[in-house]
């Protein structure tokens, strides 16, 4: 069952990057959410809201390719592999073959996204 919650995080998390839904982001993630972009460069939650909208970061679909949970107690780890169509940092859009390795820890019962880093598949 936890497993299915933690999917259903991941899906809900890239449909909020899409509407630019900065409560809804917040509300999966904790206070000190960190996200490592594949340039190596680290961002905070609150950074990386403002970069999602002011439009650094636009995301228009995400395709959902696999997603592995795996759960240790209170934490978790899962990977979630998606097509991603997006213009980022002034660039064009594209379609990015983009792999989210992501941390997560359970607060008040709720699974809550604690870190993330990004790569390619």
């Not at 950074?47 to 395709?63: C, K, P, T």
């Not at 097509?83 to 980022?88: E, I, M, Q, S």
Request: proline share 0%; net charge negative.
């Amino acid at each position: 069952m936890d497993e299915q919650l933690i999917e259903q995080l991941y899906r809900e998390y890239w449909d909020c990057m899409i509407n630019k839904d900065i409560q809804g982001l917040s509300e999966i993630m904790i206070e000190d959410y960190t996200l490592m972009h594949m340039t190596g460069m680290r961002q905070s939650k609150e950074s990386f809201f403002q970069s999602v909208q002011n439009g650094e970061l636009n995301y228009f679909s995400a395709e959902h390719d696999e997603i592995i949970v795996k759960i240790d107690g209170d934490r978790a780890t899962m990977v979630g592999k998606s097509r991603v169509n997006a213009a980022v940092y002034g660039g064009g859009r594209h379609t990015w073959k983009l792999r989210g390795d992501f941390t997560l820890v359970k607060e008040s019962g709720c699974w809550k996204l604690e870190s993330s880093e990004a790569s390619t598949y």
